[in-house]
């Protein structure tokens, strides 16, 4: 069992645990600002292939 520790202690416990977590918001938001119109073709590109094969399968399976 831990022993118990001051109450100083856990808020600057959790004001570090809280300053990281924006600092690391911050640094994943800045590289999908960078990446996004890559990230966008690629979701586009797979989209256009999904809705391809789909309608090549409903042509394929319809014909006589």
Request: charged share 20%.
């Amino acid at each position: 069992m831990e022993p118990r520790r001051s109450l100083l202690i856990r808020l600057l416990e959790a004001a570090v645990i809280i300053a990281l977590s924006g600092f690391l918001i911050k640094l994943g938001i800045g590289f999908l600002a960078d990446v996004w119109v890559g990230l966008v073709i690629v979701a586009a590109a797979i989209c256009l292939g999904v809705a391809g094969y789909r309608i090549y399968k409903f042509w394929r399976d319809t014909r006589p």
